[in-house]
């Protein structure tokens, strides 16, 4: 009785994660704290305002804030949307 191993290949498709990206306020001295609070809640669907509240505050003290960690596509259209509206924003990918 001989024992017959049989290799079975795998079919299955590793779906790599689309790579994610940071979206970023930089400060500026242009626009008011409530109109940059208001635009955030606006650009970034969900957020609340104690949240924008935190992310305009850290981009006052600090230079920059993170907004939102996201797919690069999305992004984007964030960083788009918050120029857009007169805010200075970039990107970054997320390491």
Do not use: W
């Not at 001295?29 to 208001?38: A, G, I, L, T």
């Not at 650009?43 to 939102?68: F, K, R, S, W």
């Not at 960690?69 to 992004?75: D, F, K, N, W």
Request: glycine share 4%.
């Amino acid at each position: 009785m001989s024992t017959e191993v049989i290799e079975k290949r795998s079919t299955a498709t590793i779906r790599k994660p689309a790579p994610r990206y940071r979206v970023l306020l930089h400060n500026d001295d242009f626009n008011s704290m409530e109109y940059v609070v208001q635009s955030l809640m606006q650009t970034i669907a969900g957020m609340t305002q104690p949240q924008a509240v935190d992310i305009m505050m850290e981009a006052h003290t600090n230079g920059t804030a993170l907004v939102i960690t996201c797919i690069q596509e999305h992004a984007e259209f964030y960083c788009e949307t918050l120029k857009n509206k007169g805010l200075t924003s970039s990107i970054e990918p997320d390491e």
